[in-house]
């Protein structure tokens, strides 16, 4: 293999494999340590946070337990790369209701939950409470605002397909 082409945040990128990219070199490094992208983070680099989770053709995926080798011919997809007007991105950014809580209290987490949403809502746009819960099962938010993120996903989901959501039972009104 000459070169390895990766379109990385709507950019073609081409690294050469053992000068510009090891075979050993995960994704998360190429992206983080190489390109400068600090958006998502290493908080365990063994693929238990979602942390570093990324778009991969449009899937999330870990990208600390993926090899930038491997990502030849894909188009990756960063926090960095999302439009100012994300739906997700504003969904996040808002959801501070009441019964909820926000889903940005320290922000760590936040670039890896986003991806993920995206990630979920590329598959399923339109996700029920529990499937959201499921779909974000793999990031870890220290801070615990886990009803205020999988709130915000489903704000996301209905901004997306332009639609109101219902309270659920036993939980503030929407």
Do not use: W
């Amino acid at each position: 293999m000459d070169e390895i082409r990766i379109e990385i945040n709507h950019r073609m990128r081409k690294f050469r494999p053992g000068i510009d990219i090891q075979p050993n070199e995960t994704l998360a490094y190429l992206l983080k340590e190489r390109l400068g992208l600090t958006g998502l983070k290493l908080a365990c680099d063994e693929g238990a946070c979602g942390g570093c989770t990324v778009l991969v053709n449009n899937r999330a995926v870990l990208s600390c337990m993926t090899l930038a080798v491997e990502m030849d011919g894909c188009t990756v997809l960063t926090v960095e790369g999302l439009p100012a007007d994300d739906p997700v991105v504003q969904a996040f950014a808002q959801q501070h209701e009441p019964g909820y809580g926000s889903a940005m209290q320290c922000g760590y987490c936040t670039p890896g939950f986003v991806m993920a949403a995206h990630g979920l809502l590329n598959e399923n746009p339109d996700p029920t409470l529990q499937e959201v819960k499921e779909g974000l099962s793999g990031n870890l938010c220290r801070c615990g605002c886990y009803p205020a993120l999988a709130q915000a996903v489903m704000h996301a989901a209905a901004a997306k397909n332009q639609q109101t959501i219902p309270p659920t039972a036993g939980s503030a009104a929407v």
